[in-house]
C-alpha cells in the first residue's frame, strides 16, 4: 500500500521548471530516499507534499485522497534543513507548543516529551533556551519536536547534520524502530552512505526531472559491471587470459571486469587450473556514490546537449 502518491507533478517559478512531470510512490512503513544535487527540485516536491504549496498540475495523494493540507497536516512531521526552532523560546515551552499545533491535547504532549527526552538524554534541558544549545544538541531537539505528536509520513531533510557519531547512531536507531512501528520517512541526503544503510527505496532527480526510482538493492544490480574481487594467497604471477581484465591488483586480491558471456565457473576454473589459492571470491556492486555522480553527470550533459541544439 502507497501512503504518498506523486502523479506527473510540475512546478514553475517564473520561466523555471523546478519540477518537471516527476511521478513516484512511497510504500506505507518504508524509509525512502529523495536525492539529487542542490537545485535539483527535492524541497520543491518536499514542499508540495507537505501542502507549503501545490503543483501548477498533476497532483498529490496521501494515504488514497487527494491531499489536502488543512486534513493532513497534522500527519506529517517535517525537519527542514534550514531549521525552524524559536531561538529565544525555552525548549520544553517550544516542544509542547508545536506537538499541541499538530492537534495533541496537553497532557498527551507532556508525556510524549518527556518520554524522548529521557529517551535522548534531555531532561535538563526544559528551561534552557534553543540560542543556548550547540549544533547537535539542536539538532536532537528538531528531531523530537519533528515526531513527538506520532505523525504517519515523517520528512527528514539532513538530519544528521552536526550530530557527533554517537548521536548520529541515536537518531538513526529511531528511525529504524520509528519506521518498524509503522512511520513513513523520506529522508533527503547528500550522504549516499546513509542512503545505502538506511533506505528501502529512492528516487533521484536533477534539474527537476527524475533520472531513477527504484530499491537500493535494484539499482545497484542495474548498474552491476560485472566486477568481482578474488582474495589469492599471492598476485604475483602473471596472468594473461581473455576472459578477464584486470581493474586492480592488490597484495592478496584481484579486481577483475568479466568479458561479455564469460562465467564465473569458467574463471575460477582458470585460477585453480594456474595454481592459484582462492581465499575468497564475490562480485563487487557499485556504491550508490558512484551511481549518483555517473547519472547526474550524464543527465546534466544531456540537458546542455539539448540546450545547444
Given at each position: 500500500m502507497n501512503l504518498v502518491e506523486l502523479h506527473n507533478v510540475r512546478k514553475y517559478?517564473?520561466?523555471?521548471?523546478?519540477?518537471?512531470?516527476?511521478?513516484?510512490?512511497?510504500k506505507a512503513g518504508s524509509i525512502f530516499g529523495l536525492l539529487g544535487p542542490n537545485?535539483?527540485?527535492?524541497?520543491?516536491?518536499?514542499?508540495?507534499?507537505?501542502?507549503?504549496?501545490?503543483?501548477?498540475?498533476?497532483?498529490?495523494?496521501?494515504?488514497?485522497?487527494?491531499?489536502?493540507?488543512?486534513?493532513?497536516?497534522?500527519?506529517?512531521?517535517?525537519?527542514?534543513?534550514e531549521r525552524g526552532l524559536y531561538k529565544k523560546m525555552k525548549i520544553g515551552e517550544q516542544a509542547l507548543y508545536l506537538a499541541q499545533l499538530k492537534g495533541m491535547s496537553?497532557?498527551?504532549?507532556?508525556?510524549?516529551?518527556?518520554?524522548w527526552f529521557v529517551k535522548f538524554e534531555m531532561e535538563t534541558w526544559w528551561n534552557k533556551k534553543v540560542e543556548d544549545l550547540s549544533k547537535g544538541m539542536s539538532q536532537k531537539l528538531q528531531f523530537v519536536t519533528t515526531v513527538l505528536h506520532q505523525p504517519s509520513l515523517i520528512i527528514l531533510d539532513e538530519p544528521f547534520s552536526g550530530l557527533d557519531?554517537?548521536?548520529?547512531?541515536?537518531?538513526?536507531?529511531?528511525?529504524?524502530?520509528?519506521?518498524?512501528?509503522?512511520?513513513?520517512?523520506?529522508?533527503s541526503t547528500h550522504r549516499m552512505e546513509q542512503v545505502e544503510e538506511i533506505c528501502d527505496q529512492i528516487v533521484l532527480v536533477n534539474q527537476g526531472k527524475k533520472i531513477l526510482d527504484g530499491?537500493?538493492?535494484?539499482?545497484?544490480?542495474?548498474f552491476k559491471e560485472n566486477i568481482f574481487k578474488i582474495g589469492l594467497q599471492s598476485t604475483q604471477?602473471?596472468?594473461?587470459t581473455d576472459l578477464f581484465e584486470i581493474v586492480q591488483q592488490l597484495p592478496e586480491a584481484l579486481l577483475i571486469k568479466l568479458k561479455h558471456h564469460v562465467s564465473t565457473n569458467e574463471v575460477l576454473q582458470h585460477f585453480i587450473s594456474n595454481d592459484f589459492s582462492i581465499q575468497s571470491f564475490q562480485e563487487v556492486l557499485p556504491s550508490l556514490n558512484d551511481i549518483f555522480i555517473k547519472?547526474?553527470?550524464d543527465s546534466s550533459s544531456a540537458r546542455q546537449f539539448q540546450n545547444i541544439n
Open positions: 517559478f517564473s520561466s523555471q521548471k523546478a519540477v518537471d512531470d516527476i511521478s513516484f510512490n512511497i537545485g535539483a527540485g527535492k524541497t520543491t516536491l518536499i514542499r508540495m507534499i507537505t501542502g507549503i504549496f501545490y503543483p501548477d498540475s498533476g497532483n498529490v495523494l496521501f494515504n488514497g485522497k487527494e491531499f489536502d493540507a488543512l486534513t493532513h497536516h497534522r500527519n506529517i512531521g517535517y525537519m527542514p534543513e496537553k497532557q498527551d504532549a507532556l508525556k510524549n516529551i518527556k518520554e557519531p554517537v548521536n548520529a547512531n541515536l537518531i538513526k536507531e529511531e528511525i529504524f524502530n520509528l519506521a518498524k512501528n509503522g512511520a513513513t520517512i523520506i529522508f530499491s537500493v538493492d535494484a539499482v545497484k544490480q542495474d604471477k602473471a596472468i594473461q547519472l547526474v553527470e
